[in-house]
């Protein structure tokens, strides 16, 4: 059987009247452009691209070269097609309305462009992240921040694309969650991992151990519990893997099963945690719901989460059912 292209699954999709025909194009359209920010990345020190770009983003954080290369590169693909209303972005204060020289559609596209941007210099796998929410009432002329501040329940489309040993785009747009590998040699997206599903129980689990001493007590005696293994209250023994890269740590949670915890810290009391919103923990937690997951503050599911703000924080446990619903027991104080 011929295998089935990105584009062969998305024309079926619309065929069977699960996706639009303006969704279809908005889709093709941002992988397009993830094709492109695959090949800067893979480029490295050949092309110049690694370091910092000797500027700051509204995170406070240092931007790498590759994140303002692949925030321009998505925002270059998507001015044109007609189908978006505005981007908005990790690298950008606001967010972006298409120019006005371009017809204004009713999609909003949300992204982290190079999300593990920390990685790129040690070769180790980074990825772009993207969120598709529909513009209130369909249209809106002049698009706002306040546009964008829909539930991550609303969400007409979510994924990733990874960079990584193989360039892999995870989509889903509400019919479960489907992994495509890059042919390189004909510039094509395979569809190789049809409906992803992740284990609902694991013994592996992903923190950042140095902010141990900084989490809420109810997430030490989680971890404290995971880290007893076999002589403890779990019963079993527990690997950990932590790459510091949510998309990397996130597909191999897809994949294999898992734990990814970025929890509310004391490190700065004024932020809820570390991950974004709106552009991170949404799309990544649609991803895991649609392959049979959770995804949950600890207290609450993200995807029901009323934002407040664009660049918001949110304290993130994602991955097999069981054990996020484990590590929410040790927090329903
Ligand atoms: P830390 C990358 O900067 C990121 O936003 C996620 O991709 C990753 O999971 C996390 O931060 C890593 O954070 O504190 O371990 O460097």
Known sequence: MQPVTLTRYLVEEQRAGRISAELRQLISVVVRACTSISVAVSKGALGGVLGEAGTGNVQGEAQKKLDVISNDIL?????????????????????????????????????????????????????????????????????????????????????????GPQTMLVL???????????????????????????PAQTAEFAVNMSNQRHWEPQMQAYVADLLAGRDGPRGKDFNMRWIASMVADVHRILTRGGIFIYPRDTKDPTKAGKLRLMYEANPMGLLIEQAG?????????ILDLPPEQLHQRVPVFIGSREEVEAAERYHAD
């Open 75 to 163: 925002l270059e693909a998507n001015a044109w097609g007609g189908h978006l209303a505005a981007c908005a972005s990790e690298e950008m204060d606001h967010a972006m309305p298409v120019p006005d020289e371009y017809p204004h559609g009713e999609f909003l596209l949300l992204f982290d462009p190079l999300d593990g941007s920390s990685n790129i210099d040690v070769n180790v796998s980074v990825g772009t992240i993207f969120s598709v929410l529909r513009c209130p009432k369909d249209h809106v002329e002049a698009p706002t921040d306040a546009d964008f501040l829909q539930p991550g329940r609303d969400q007409v489309a979510a994924g990733y694309c990874i960079y």
């Open 172 to 198: 889903t747009t509400g019919h479960g969650t489907h992994g495509f590998t890059l042919d390189r040699e004909q510039g094509l997206f395979v569809l190789t991992h049809p409906r992803m599903q992740v």
């Open 293 to 301: 997951g959770l995804a949950s503050t600890g207290r609450a599911r």
